[in-house]
């Protein structure tokens, strides 16, 4: 049952604008993924920020700042690369109902039980605003954990998610956007799909051959 659930993810190009999503049904399906999420000595050290269906300014800057990142990286013009009928995928920034945006975030109340083990000379990063850099890599891998989870509470829910990559690292470049204070980790849009990419991926004969790689090369049994 589970896996034909999973079967149902396809990334989306765009989203129905016109379908918003109750916000009430989002924050079910946020708490769930929560709930069932396990993070490293319950820090949970990362926040995820809620854009909303009204917050359409907010997901242009976003989507502004995907497009400036790709245009630093690929060394390009986007105005050259794209056309006006033809944007990038992380389009769906723009008519997604949901845009959640994961940050980092430290601990400033630790639990009982994690003030018991700090006291007893447990150090733990998490709790220091001054060494969150530290946690870097333990709250991409918890988010990918909660976004895993979340993709797949909303797909029984026949609601679907994306997720994007491509926006600038650097804090300095979200200064514009103030809840963000810490490094952003994920872009996931949530909405109903209109559009996905396997429906117009026959630009070329050789995208329809962009498959992953084979099982044996990922996964190594002993």
């Known amino acids: 049952?589970?896996?034909?659930?999973?079967?149902?993810?396809?990334?989306?190009?765009?989203?129905?604008?016109?379908?918003?999503?109750?916000?009430?049904i989002i924050r079910d399906l946020l708490h769930s993924a929560w709930a069932v999420t396990p993070s490293k000595n319950n820090f949970m050290p990362y926040k995820v920020h809620v854009v909303g269906?009204?917050?359409?300014?907010i997901k242009h800057k976003v989507f502004k700042k995907c497009m400036a990142n790709e245009e630093a990286g690929d060394n390009i013009n986007a105005t050259q690369r794209y056309s006006k009928d033809q944007l990038p995928n992380y389009r769906n920034i723009l008519s997604c109902s949901h845009l959640l945006i994961f940050t980092q975030r430290y601990e400033p109340d630790p639990n009982p039980f994690q003030k018991w083990l700090i006291d007893r000379g447990h150090n733990y990063p998490a709790a220091d605003r001054n060494r969150i850099?530290?946690?870097?890599?333990?709250?991409?891998?918890?988010?990918?954990l909660f976004a895993a989870a979340f993709g797949a509470l909303c797909l029984e829910k026949n609601i679907d998610t994306s997720f994007t990559g491509c926006f600038p690292g650097d804090l300095k470049k979200w200064q514009d956007i103030d809840f963000v204070d810490q490094t952003p980790l994920l872009l996931m849009t949530v909405g109903i799909g209109k559009v996905y990419r396997?429906?117009?991926?026959?630009?070329t004969d050789l995208e329809k051959e962009d498959y992953k790689p084979n099982f044996e090369k990922?996964?190594?049994?002993?």
């Open 1 to 24: 049952m589970l896996e034909k659930i999973l079967a149902k993810r396809k990334y989306v190009m765009d989203y129905c604008s016109r379908t918003k999503i109750d916000k009430d």
């Open 53 to 57: 269906p009204k917050q359409q300014m």
């Open 133 to 144: 850099a530290e946690c870097y890599s333990s709250a991409m891998l918890e988010v990918g």
């Open 198 to 203: 396997q429906d117009i991926i026959q630009y």
């Open 218 to 222: 990922v996964v190594n049994i002993l």
